[in-house]
């Protein structure tokens, strides 16, 4: 069990980033009952990182980005309430608004898409409230949760989501990305509502002093001549809670650009 006195120590060995930990140090004290209650496993690893930009990757349990940023000598850390796929000592295993005023200097969220998608619409006509009892509740706490992350105390955020209701409640994403804009052959609309951020770059053909990122997407069609994303079809396969897991997943080609192009 981690008690607040080695949570100290831990904070005040590393000289080299002592102004990391002193703000960290700032917020501790409201987290000494979950921290000797031991509801924190123990805390996250202290390290010297190259880059003294800190960055929260806000309900990710793969750790795609956070790995990535990691492998560039930047303290970034994911949080979801799922235990991490990769490495705990980079892991809050807690409500992300636990964390959230911890000191960030970039926030990359990816909040729940299940009832602000709007391939679901349907679900919400009167004829199948019998079904879905608590889908309209369930959509206005998904659409609070959205923009508590959107109002959060960072400087940099940047919301992930698919194409969905926030584009009118909130307002429209600033930029609109698919993965094979990136070197992955899916079809994936992803929207990207960004606060001091640059729009990531991408190349649709090579040019003069750029090389071409995109690639053909991979399109399944049907004989009606309906299409789907190979991701979609085959996801459809899966029992409900992997596949929203497989279809939710972080493809490598944009997890790349945002480490190498969202550096400060």
């Not at 429209?172 to 509502?193: H, M, S």
């Amino acid at each position: 069990m981690t008690n607040l006195a080695s949570y100290r120590i831990l904070f005040l060995i590393n000289h080299n980033v002592l102004r990391i930990y002193e703000v960290r140090l700032n917020e501790i004290s409201k987290y000494k009952q979950m921290l000797v209650g031991g509801m924190v496993a123990k805390p996250p690893v202290i390290g010297i990182f190259i880059n003294r930009m800190r960055v929260l990757i806000a309900c990710e349990e793969s750790q795609t980005i956070t790995a990535k940023y990691r492998e560039k000598g930047i303290e970034a850390y994911s949080c979801d309430l799922k235990p991490a796929k990769i490495n705990s000592d980079w892991h809050y295993q807690t409500d992300i608004f636990e964390v959230i005023n911890l000191g960030w200097d970039l926030m990359i969220a990816h909040p729940p898409c299940t009832r602000l998608t709007v391939t679901g619409n349907k679900w919400y006509k009167p004829e199948f409230a019998d079904r879905f009892p608590n889908i309209q509740e369930e959509r206005k706490e998904a659409i609070e949760f959205f923009m508590k992350i959107a109002n959060a105390n960072i400087n940099r955020i940047a919301i992930e989501n698919p194409i969905g209701i926030m584009s009118s409640i909130f307002r429209k994403p600033n930029q609109v990305i698919q993965p094979y804009y990136f070197g992955d052959t899916e079809r994936k609309a992803t929207c990207l509502w960004l606060k001091n951020l640059p729009k990531l770059r991408h190349v649709k053909e090579n040019n003069l002093f750029e090389t071409k990122t995109h690639v053909e997407p991979e399109i399944i069609t049907f004989k009606s001549g309906s299409t789907m994303s190979k991701i979609h079809f085959e996801s459809s396969k899966l029992p409900k809670d992997l596949r929203s897991e497989v279809r939710s997943k972080t493809f490598e080609g944009i997890a790349n650009a945002i480490v190498n192009q969202w550096i400060f």
